[in-house]
């Protein structure tokens, strides 16, 4: 089963984990509670955003990006549903590998390299960067 949550309800709530753990910063118990807030190593969405921002800067490294992104997204549970039918299996390896390739091309153009390889979560950055793009935010 696949849940779609609207971004503003996950951002509300990443927002309210971020500020629950910077209140509760000497709270063990908060601390604990917090594995979000864990996750992203004590910083906000937005800080993560910046970061991955400023390797992003050429306009056809942000253009492969604006493509590569919801291509590698919407491959995910194509892979997912390939475990009851084949065809989507394939069709979704075709978008994984095109949308990475087409981020690899960017970073080459950029001349930097991406940006989860110095740290694993800016994968989950990405996707976060490019919903802020498309509000003209990023």
């Known amino acids: 089963m696949v ?4 971004s503003d309800i996950l951002r509300i709530y990443l927002d309210l984990d971020y500020r629950i753990g910077r209140a509760g910063a000497g709270c063990a118990a908060l601390k604990r509670g917090s594995k979000l807030l864990g996750m992203l190593g004590g ?15 050429h306009p056809l490294n942000r253009l492969t ?8 997204m919407l491959s995910l549970p ?12 394939w069709v979704g390896v075709a978008l994984f590998v095109v949308g990475w390739t087409l981020q690899f091309i960017g970073h080459a153009i950029e001349g930097k390299p ?6 694993w979560r800016f994968l ?13 935010k990023a």
């Open 43 to 57: 910083r906000s969405w937005d800080s993560w955003i910046a970061e991955y921002s400023e390797s992003h800067q």
């Open 114 to 119: 991406p940006e989860f390889l110095k740290d």
């Open 78 to 89: 194509l892979l997912v549903a390939g475990i009851l039918w084949r065809g989507a299996l």
């Open 124 to 136: 989950l950055v990405g996707s976060r960067w490019w919903l802020a793009k498309m509000r003209g």
């Open 3 to 6: 849940v779609f949550v609207d």
């Open 65 to 72: 990006h604006t493509f590569g992104i919801p291509i590698i």
